[in-house]
């Protein structure tokens, strides 16, 4: 006698058999007790997606037949993102501008066997960052000198950057050439210009201004009048 219980299955089962001959049947039974074994966790394997700069929050998937309460716990820590973890309900925060790919594996505990390890792969996907320009200090230079600087920019994406340089009142011409600025103030100027500059990837673009202060410098008398060049003998020449 085979007796093959259904999958997972435990408990009793009364059993009768009988056995005749040819003139009489008599029958019996027993009673064959399944005895319940503990059936290991499984945990899952996971693919998410999430942008560059932001936060998910995934359910980890572990099952259990016996329908234990599951514990879950991290096995190998993401390398590229922090991570909490609160029951199954995990939180993944990648790296500052960190896009690609990550992971981590995690088990489940039914309080009695481990489950396999499972991996979460995470697929953190490149956004456009914006080109940044720091807050430019006001400068103070002489009347009819230049001054030059080079434009201090980040763009974590290493785009193509475009420039647009704009001076106030046309009161100074520039030269821009490989991020160095060079502005000259017309000649003989003293006063405010408001120098404004403005930088895009085509997408996203950021802008900052400063102040040149071009201060007034004593400048030599000249004379600008033409004296006359010829006069008669005997004449008096006078030139003021």
């Known amino acids: ?36 074994v503990n059936d290991i966790p499984i945990a899952n394997n996971m693919n998410i997606s999430l942008d560059e700069d932001s936060q998910t929050l995934v359910i980890l998937e572990g099952e259990d037949i016996d329908n234990y309460e599951l514990e879950y716990t991290i096995v190998s820590n993401p390398i590229s993102g922090d991570y909490s973890l609160n029951a199954s309900f995990l939180t993944y925060t990648p790296f500052s501008n960190y896009f690609g790919l990550d992971s981590l594996t995690y ?8 489950s396999n390890e499972a ?16 807050l430019l200090e006001d400068i103070i230079i002489n009347e009819d000198e230049s001054y030059q600087f080079e434009i201090p920019l980040y763009d974590v994406d290493n ?18 050439n490989d991020n160095i600025l060079i502005i000259t103030p017309n000649l003989n100027f003293n006063g405010e210009i408001l120098i404004s500059i403005n930088v895009t990837d085509t997408e996203l673009s950021d802008s ?33």
Do not use: C, K
């Not at 089962?13 to 049947?25: A, M, R």
């Not at 991996?119 to 720091?134: Q, W």
């Open 159 to 176: 785009d193509t950057l475009f420039y647009e340089i704009t001076i106030s009142n046309n009161d100074a011409e520039y030269i821009f």
């Open 208 to 240: 900052a201004q400063f102040i040149l202060n071009v201060t007034s410098i004593n400048d030599p008398p000249v004379i600008t009048s033409v004296p006359v060049s010829n006069i008669l003998i005997g004449e008096i020449f006078e030139y003021i």
């Open 119 to 134: 991996t979460v792969l995470i697929n953190v996907l490149s956004i456009n960052d914006a080109p940044e320009l720091p």
């Open 1 to 36: 006698l085979n007796v093959l219980p259904d999958n997972n299955w435990f408990g009793d089962i009364n059993i009768i058999f009988y056995v005749s001959d040819e003139y009489l049947t008599t029958s019996s039974d027993f009673i064959l007790t399944i005895e319940s």
């Open 107 to 114: 088990v489940v505990s039914d309080g009695i066997d481990l």
